[in-house]
């Protein structure tokens, strides 16, 4: 069960809206950008059939569905979806106060370690270039074994993103990480991005 907290008022104020959507079975979706950094942001968008992927988590609520993002969900603990109204009107206010608290420590184990600082901070900057990065695996006591997707696949910047930027940012935040290698054969420039 999800832990986060849409209070009556807030579940009324997004009913109303959600009801002037004219779509059947619309919901919402609440995820958070970059989380676990000190740069995530708590969201709350309007999610129409077919639009919340499989992963995420139904939080059947009385008028409408809430789809809770799966990678966010851990950092929404405690959240609080609240409608506040004051003398000019009203606001949805959202505190999520675990959204910023990275989800790993030094004990946890180095793949999700490493698979956290892709999540919160490399991906959402290959992002822009359609991008991604995944951990394969970790081999030889302590090299990642990282695959590029997207945007990155087949662009001869890759090597220079790799090394320079991620490779240098794992290693800040792992101190027992040794480097970094990349599985992707660049020769596909299919979909290559320029």
Sequence with gaps: MSSITITEAAHDYLAELLSKQNTTGIGIRIFITQPGTPYAETCIAYCKPGEEKPEDTALALKSFTAWIDNVSEPFLEDAV???????MGGQLTIKAPNAKV?????????????????????????ASHGGQ????DVVEEGVAVLQFGGGCQGCGQA??????????TLLER?????????????????????
């Design 81 to 87: 979806v609240d409608y506040a109204t004051d003398r």
């Design 102 to 126: 990275p989800m790993v420590n030094e004990d946890s184990p180095l793949n999700e370690r490493i698979n956290y600082y892709l999540q919160t901070e490399i991906n959402p900057g290959l």
């Design 133 to 136: 990065v995944t951990l394969i």
């Design 159 to 168: 090597d220079v993103t790799l090394k320079e930027g991620i490779e240098k």
């Design 174 to 194: 792992i101190p027992e990480l040794k480097g970094v290698r990349d599985v992707t054969d660049h020769t596909n420039r299919e979909n290559a991005y320029y």
